[in-house]
């Protein structure tokens, strides 16, 4: 290690400012230090970086600043540069803990080097279960510890568009999930972010809807055949329906050979039904209209969604690994339907008191649950939070990937408040606000995720051993 500097004046027990000596003038933010105080080692991060020389202060006349401006060189002899230290805690042999001591004025500050053993990041991680992720900015040799305990506590990651989202969770925090012993399901939105690049992948067009969401999906597709309010799920056209789907769906769709039977056969039932009612009760006589109506918005393509020949539990049931469903090719309507169905399926499972050791990994996130849920949407974001609510305990993960946190770009803040561990990104500006209630309070100044290269995230939450972000970025394999 070697000396930077001393603490200044007016520190405390969670920080202070270091003075750099003579010639540190190099020293970055995001170094990380260690303040030999008083009554043992400190070890901190240095951010949000002043440079003072009082002869250049502007508002008055001052000689520097008049040498200056005829374009000579003032003096450095009165310049003084410092950093914020965001304290991380007290080292000892048995590992890090809170540090409850002031740090005291004019105690030597000095920098980790990338070849000392042990480095911080292994100081943090003393008498702590850890795996590894990424490294340190900056420094290969020091790789993240992670505590896995609290994995089922979920993940947020959030960062722009060309921010790395999904190198990071690729290369990232899918290799940490199965080195935690997780099975992980990737809903690849796009199916190209993800799909390409397992080995393991399935077509959403393969897998069929349960009978629930099956009737959701009809209805949404058919507009609610023109009902809203209360009628939008008590009303005698989703009564035919659910007669017509059924309890036993898987059975009786393989009675169709393709997707035009199955809409012939469906309108025609359905037609059947309706008539009758409007039949037997002359208030009703609009019926048929209304139900036509609907029928002309629902595609064959949208019967072949629901005839998928694997079910959303034998995808989970048969999962070993790690596997990318490819939900390209299908609209919305689609994706969040199958979406409603495997979590009806995960919160049967939980709730019959099965862990499931699954994480399941929601790219684009924002589209299953938006700042202000509508339809399907509302419904998906329901089975989020009910998922979060449960995973706890069962040993299910949600990672949910977005390219903004709150707001028009963002996840539904309901939902957020699950997301105990977070990785920001270089983020949008609309998103400062939101960004600042989290790292802030760290010293960590929201100016620095707009100017984050890609592939760089600040490390928070609950999976972080150390009490404060940390800045990690990762290398492809």
Known sequence: MRKIGIVASESSEVGGRVLLQAGEEKVRAETIVQIDNTSGKVIGVLRRGLGVNETLTVGAYRPGVAYAKKGGTPSSAREIFSFNISVIGRSDVTGVEP?????????????????????????????????????????????????????????????????????LARY?????????????????????????????????????????????????????????????????????????????????????????????????????????????????????????????????????????????????????????????????????????????????????????KLALVIDEAPQYSPWEPQGLQHDATERIKALCALGRKHELCMTLVSQGISGDIGINASVRRNLNTVFFGSIHPLDMEEAKKWLEPYGIPVEYLLALKPGRFYFSGKMNPSPIPLLMTFKAN
């Open 172 to 356: 990232a925090l899918i290799p940490l999930l199965l080195q935690s012993g997780y099975r992980v399901l990737v809903l690849d939105w796009s199916g190209t972010d993800y799909t390409p690049y397992l080995t393991n992948k399935e077509s959403i067009n393969n897998v069929r809807l349960d009978e629930e969401a099956i009737i959701e999906y009809l209805c949404e597709k058919a507009r609610n055949f023109g009902y809203s309010g209360y009628q939008r799920d008590s009303n005698p056209i989703r009564d035919a329906l659910e007669d017509f789907v059924g309890d036993d769906w898987a059975s009786k769709s393989s009675e169709y050979k393709d997707a035009e039977e199955l809409k012939a056969e469906f309108e025609r039932k359905m037609k059947a039904a309706i008539d009758s009612v409007a039949q037997e009760d002359r208030r009703q006589s609009g019926l048929p209209r209304r139900l036509n109506r609907g029928l002309k918005r629902i595609s064959a393509e949208a019967f072949s969604q629901i005839m998928g020949v694997r079910s959303p539990r034998s995808l989970s049931e048969d999962l070993k690994d790690a596997i990318a469903l490819d939900m390209s090719g299908v609209g919305s309507d689609e994706k969040l339907s199958f979406f409603v169905s495997l979590a009806d399926y995960l919160l049967e499972q939980m709730q019959a008191g099965k862990s499931l």
């Open 99 to 167: 540090n409850k001591e002031i740090l005291a004025p004019r105690s030597d500050v000095c920098a980790f080097e990338p070849k000392d053993k042990p480095n911080p990041m292994e100081l943090i991680a003393l008498g702590k279960d850890v795996v590894w992720i990424g490294n340190y900015e900056g420094v290969d040799e020091w790789k993240i510890p992670v505590d896995s305990k609290f994995i089922p506590y979920h993940i947020a990651v959030y960062g722009a568009t060309g921010s790395g989202k999904s190198w």
